[in-house]
């Protein structure tokens, strides 16, 4: 069965759902105060109307997974300095390299033919 969605298209939306969930147990956390929870709750409830714009090969989609995904990688690159332990290190680093090719797979050229 042939798809119309091409595979980094494909990647870039379960990438984001990944993300976009894990944004959404931040309150679980014990850590983060009131703000950083808020906010990453507002990014994984956006990030999954965007995945549902990418799996369908939206313009829009497109558009606010790249805005959500800049967003993430920029409120997560301050905890690449300030971090107090390891783990919180790692989780900022994986959020940036994640948040980064994100953008990276859904401005490839096969994926910005099917917004086409």
Known sequence: MKTSRPGVLTA??????LASLLSLATPLLAGPPLPVKVFAVMMGLIGLVAVYGLWN???WGMIVAIIVSALNALSAAPGLVV???LPALIGAGVTVVLSV???VL???PPARAAYA
């Open 12 to 17: 870039a939306a379960l990438l984001l759902g």
């Open 101 to 103: 090719l994100i953008i």
């Open 83 to 85: 971090q107090p332990n």
């Open 57 to 59: 090969a939206k313009r």
């Open 106 to 108: 859904t401005i490839l």
